[in-house]
């Protein structure tokens, strides 16, 4: 099995910022794409930011420029630094990561963090 923890939420002014992490742990051969979502209350969730295992990234509109994802292959982790945070931005912030494992490397598999709330008070 292949777990998914969320690190490095919590409550921050407007204009702040909060560096997320997300470590993938369990019977791992490989991870492909690693992403981070969001969902605000009554709202549907949304893709923040994803990264390939090649390092090519992508952004919604709504944090280009104050978002960046990174990771770190050799430790099965995945970073959101979030700079100038808005008050918008408050959310519980998933990671997701499409997963191989070793004992079944001709598929890959979605796998979900916990979630982790980041609130951004005005």
């Known amino acids: 099995q292949v777990q998914l923890v969320e690190s490095g939420g919590g409550l921050v002014q407007a204009g702040g910022s909060l560096r997320l992490s997300c470590a993938a742990s369990g019977s791992i051969f490989k991870i492909n794409a690693m992403a981070w979502y969001r969902q605000a209350p009554g709202k549907q969730r949304e893709l923040v930011a994803t990264?390939?295992?090649?390092?090519?990234?992508n952004y919604a509109d709504s944090v280009k420029g104050r978002f960046t994802i990174s990771r770190d292959n050799a430790k099965n982790t995945v970073y959101l630094q979030m700079n100038s945070l808005k008050p918008e931005d408050t959310a519980v912030y998933y990671c997701?990561?499409?997963?191989?494992?070793?004992?079944?490397?001709?598929?890959?598999?979605?796998?979900w963090g916990q979630g982790t709330q980041v609130t951004v008070s005005s």
């Open positions: 990264i390939t295992r090649g390092d090519t990234t």
């Open positions: 997701n990561a499409e997963v191989v494992a070793w004992y079944d490397v001709g598929n890959e598999y979605d796998y």
